[in-house]
C-alpha cells in the first residue's frame, strides 16, 4: 500500500494533508520536510535547525506494542532539539486518541498548556481543536514552542494553501494563541 494511503486509512480527514500538497512539499521543501518510510510505518516530519516537528506518525496494526514507534521517536529525540506535533484531544468514542496521547506521554513529551490550536479543514469547513504536544531535551519554554509552531504553519501547513487547495487556510493569530497578554507580542516579534 502507498505511504499516502496508510495515512489518508489512518488520520481523520479534517487532519490531513492532501497527497499533491505533501508530494509538493517533500519536492520542494526537501531541505525541511521529510518522510521515513519502511513495511509498518510512516513518519513524516519537519526539521529546521532548532526544532522537529512530526506532521504524521503511523505504525501499522500488526507492529503496534512492538517498540517501532518508541524507536522512531528515540532516533528523532537523537537529533537533540525539541519534537513538537498536534494531535486530537481524547475522544472517548475513538479509542486510538487515548491511545496516541498515552504513547506520547510515556515517551515523555508534555502538553503545551499555554498554546491553543484551532484549525479550519479546508476539507469539511470544521473547526478541530488539536492539543500541543511537546519533548524537549533542555527545558524550553512554551514560548519558545508557540514560535515554533507559528514558524511550522507559517512554512508547512500553509506552504502553497491557496495552489492547493483554491483556498487559504486561516491566518496563524486565528490558529494559534498563546496565553493571550503574550500573543500579541510574539506575533510582531516574528514578523
Do not use: C
Not at 505511504?3 to 509538493?24: A, C, G, R
Not at 491511545?99 to 479546508?122: C, D, P, Q, T, V
Amino acid at each position: 500500500m502507498h505511504w499516502y494511503e496508510k495515512l489518508n486509512q489512518y488520520f481523520p480527514i479534517e487532519e490531513m494533508k492532501s497527497q499533491e500538497h505533501m508530494e509538493v512539499l517533500l519536492k520542494e521543501r526537501s531541505d525541511v520536510y521529510h518522510k521515513d518510510e519502511g513495511p509498518n510505518h510512516v513518519l513524516i516530519y519537519v526539521e529546521f535547525d532548532e526544532f522537529l516537528f512530526i506532521d504524521y506518525l503511523f505504525v501499522s496494526k500488526h507492529a503496534r506494542g512492538q517498540g517501532l514507534g518508541h524507536q522512531l521517536i528515540e532516533k528523532l529525540k537523537k537529533k537533540d532539539k525539541p519534537i513538537i506535533l498536534e494531535v486530537e484531544p481524547i475522544n472517548y468514542e475513538d479509542t486510538d486518541t487515548e491511545k496516541r496521547l498515552n504513547f506520547y506521554a510515556r515517551e515523555g513529551f508534555e502538553h503545551a498548556s499555554s498554546i491553543g490550536y484551532r484549525r479550519r479543514s479546508l476539507a469539511t469547513n470544521e473547526v478541530n481543536h488539536m492539543e500541543i504536544l511537546y519533548w524537549s531535551p533542555n527545558h524550553e519554554s512554551e514560548e519558545k514552542i508557540y514560535e515554533s509552531m507559528v514558524k511550522t504553519y507559517h512554512h508547512i501547513h500553509k506552504y502553497k494553501d491557496e495552489e492547493m487547495y483554491g483556498a487559504a487556510f486561516d491566518p496563524v493569530d486565528q490558529v494559534l494563541s498563546f496565553g493571550e497578554n503574550q500573543k500579541e507580542d510574539i506575533l510582531k516579534k516574528l514578523n
